[in-house]
């Protein structure tokens, strides 16, 4: 449980202190652009606190039953008290179910559907600054900045958006520029990118 406690605390600090370095230093045009197209494996979706999961054991209907991932991660099912699911995929945690169940029954066959998604934290898209409604949001492959956009409900009328950054914390917390003025209000494709699980949307207020 200390680390599930840590990582959120050391992520605010990340977050308060690069939003304060976004407003306060204005040079976001000095940084690179954030590149269009993300080159990346196939991506797995990993289970995540605040999921819910069916679990589906083939023949024993009795064990069959929809779980809520908890907060530390873990899941409860019959005949399994406490089992880790958080950074999983449903095939990893469906053979890790079957070790569980081999104790009681015989050849147990386990399929395990997500049925809604939040993710760990690791990997979810936060915005913060001048959008419409600031959040967290799921990563879902491919997922775009006009994705985003459009589930934030876009930005602020105070807001910089040409002055917007991304910060890859998945990718030894790079920073990048995009131009969401450009994108929301001009309809300028070109300004649109790919986003990568973990990325913070920064949206500085303008000055002006």
């Given at each position: 449980?200390?680390?599930?406690?840590?990582a959120?605390?050391?992520?605010?600090?990340?977050?308060t202190?690069?939003?304060a370095a976004?407003?306060?230093?204005?040079?976001?045009s000095?940084l690179?652009?954030?590149?269009?197209l993300?080159?990346?494996?196939?991506?797995?979706?990993?289970?995540?606190?605040?999921?819910?999961?069916n679990?589906?054991?083939w023949?024993?209907?009795?064990?069959?039953?929809?779980v809520?991932?908890?907060?530390?991660?873990k899941?409860?099912?019959?005949?399994i008290?406490?089992?880790?699911?958080m950074?999983?995929?449903?095939?990893s945690?469906?053979?890790?179910?079957?070790?569980?169940?081999?104790?009681?029954?015989?050849d147990?066959?386990?399929?395990v559907?997500?049925?809604?998604?939040?993710?760990?934290?690791?990997?979810?898209?936060?915005?913060?600054g001048?959008?419409?409604?600031?959040?967290?949001l799921?990563y879902?492959?491919?997922?775009t900045?006009?994705?985003?956009?459009?589930a934030?409900?876009?930005?602020?009328?105070?807001?910089?958006?040409?002055?917007?950054?991304?910060?890859?914390t998945?990718?030894?917390?790079?920073?990048?520029?995009?131009?969401?003025k450009?994108l929301?209000?001009?309809?300028?494709?070109?300004?649109?990118?790919?986003?990568k699980?973990?990325?913070?949307?920064i949206i500085?207020q303008s000055?002006f």
């Amino acid at each position: 449980m200390g680390t599930l406690r840590t990582a959120p605390v050391n992520l605010f600090i990340l977050l308060t202190t690069a939003l304060a370095a976004a407003l306060l230093s204005g040079c976001a045009s000095s940084l690179p652009p954030a590149p269009q197209l993300v080159a990346s494996a196939e991506y797995n979706y990993k289970i995540g606190p605040g999921d819910n999961l069916n679990i589906v054991v083939w023949r024993n209907p009795e064990l069959s039953m929809s779980v809520p991932v908890r907060p530390d991660g873990k899941i409860s099912a019959p005949l399994i008290d406490d089992l880790d699911a958080m950074g999983k995929d449903s095939t990893s945690l469906a053979r890790d179910i079957e070790k569980e169940l081999a104790k009681f029954i015989r050849d147990p066959v386990v399929t395990v559907i997500v049925t809604s998604f939040v993710g760990p934290y690791s990997e979810q898209i936060r915005v913060i600054g001048e959008a419409a409604k600031p959040q967290i949001l799921a990563y879902k492959q491919k997922m775009t900045l006009l994705d985003v956009m459009i589930a934030v409900g876009g930005i602020t009328d105070f807001a910089d958006g040409n002055r917007a950054t991304i910060l890859r914390t998945g990718d030894t917390n790079a920073q990048y520029s995009v131009r969401l003025k450009d994108l929301v209000k001009g309809g300028d494709v070109s300004a649109n990118v790919e986003m990568k699980p973990g990325d913070v949307l920064i949206i500085p207020q303008s000055w002006f």
